[in-house]
């Protein structure tokens, strides 16, 4: 893979419309709910959920889902540590990207090591990047195997997967931890819309600046 680099004889283009402008049309302010978790833990079941309740309520989000990235933007990359470094990178600066356009983001990753989310906070901004570790237990998720996966990376089809031939490193201090295999699916929705909550700005509420 090519070497990052900062081009040379780039000028960065101010814009003129501002954050707060996007916040008045948007109603809200923006955010990246950062979902990681191994693979069947439930976070793409999650995610999804949660963008539909999301725009019925009428509040601008998008989901940005591990295996869909990898069918276009980052179909060139695989599952060894450098490339799922890579992955997480280019997504943080896509979520980065769509909250700038004032977008709630919700990413769901496996996201296994800590060092690489740690970069994405650093990214896209520590007041802007809420972790939810989907702790699901790998049992659990090994029990559902909703993709055949784990089956198949037992069998030795499947190299470098995660909780079973990679790592999975924890959230340290997540700001939300959700184990799926002991609720439904509207409590989880409910506690994580309770973590958004303070980023949604209500009809009758007034605001402030962005003038
Ligand atoms: P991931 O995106 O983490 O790989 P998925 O969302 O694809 O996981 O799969 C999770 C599986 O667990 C799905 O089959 C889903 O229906 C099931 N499931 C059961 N209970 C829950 C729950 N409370 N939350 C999320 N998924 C759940």
Not at 41 to 67: N, P, W, Y
């Amino acid at each position: 893979m090519n070497q990052l680099h900062t081009a040379s004889n780039l000028v960065w283009q101010s814009p003129q419309t501002t954050p707060e402008h996007r916040r008045d049309l948007l109603k809200q302010y923006p955010v990246t709910l950062w979902m990681t978790g191994l693979s069947g833990a439930g976070k793409s079941t999650l995610a999804f959920a949660l963008e539909k309740r999301l725009i019925s309520q009428g509040h601008a989000c998008f989901v940005l889902d591990g295996d869909n990235v990898r069918h276009g933007l980052n179909r060139d990359l695989d599952f060894s540590p450098h490339a799922r470094t890579e992955n997480i990178r280019r997504v943080a600066e896509v979520a980065k990207l769509m909250n700038s356009a004032g977008l709630i983001v919700i990413s769901s990753f496996i996201s296994p090591y800590r060092e690489d989310r740690g970069a994405a906070r650093d990214i896209i901004g520590n007041e802007a990047f809420l972790e939810i570790h989907i702790s699901t237990a790998l049992q659990d998720c090994e029990r559902r195997d909703p993709k055949g996966l784990y089956q198949k990376a037992r069998a030795g089809l499947i190299s470098d997967f995660t909780g079973i031939s990679a790592p999975y490193e924890p959230p340290l201090t997540p700001a939300l931890s959700i184990d799926t295999s002991s609720s439904t699916v509207d409590s989880c929705i409910e506690r994580m819309l309770k973590l958004v909550e303070p980023f949604l700005i209500r009809d009758n509420e007034s605001r402030c600046g962005g003038s």
